[in-house]
């Protein structure tokens, strides 16, 4: 009889990473236009979560050599969905994710620096 898988639990952040790329950092009371904007499934839990993910298994997420599980909140909304997607998507444990009814999921507002 084998033995159980270890299991690597994630407690921490998750969060929706909204960035901005500009020319420079915006100066009080400044507004200037980005050049480009994206929105990633983030927070420092569930990067730590995936990264675990990847490095316990093969090229093609199949034959893990341990369980990873995430837990954490998030908020009832779209962002929350999208964070849930995501960490499935690596087949990283859901289970442990409280999901707020009342409650939105985290955001992190970053600013990239790209001078011309």
Do not use: W
Not at 4 to 31: A, F, M, Q, R
Not at 97 to 111: E, L, T, W
Request: hydrophobic fraction near 40%.
């Amino acid at each position: 009889m084998s033995s159980p898988k270890p299991v690597i639990s994630v407690l921490g952040s998750l969060n929706i990473d909204l960035v901005s790329y500009v020319p420079h950092h915006p100066l009080p009371g400044e507004t200037i236009t980005s050049s480009q904007f994206n929105v990633f499934p983030g927070g420092k839990g569930a990067n730590q979560a995936v990264a675990c993910a990847k490095l316990s298994r093969t090229s093609d997420l199949k034959n893990s050599s341990v369980d990873v599980v995430m837990i954490g909140a998030i908020g009832a909304d779209a962002y929350g969905t999208t964070l849930l997607d995501s960490l499935k998507s690596y087949d990283v444990g859901t289970d442990s994710i409280i999901v707020n009814k009342d409650g939105q999921s985290g955001i992190a507002m970053i600013i990239v620096d790209e001078p011309t």
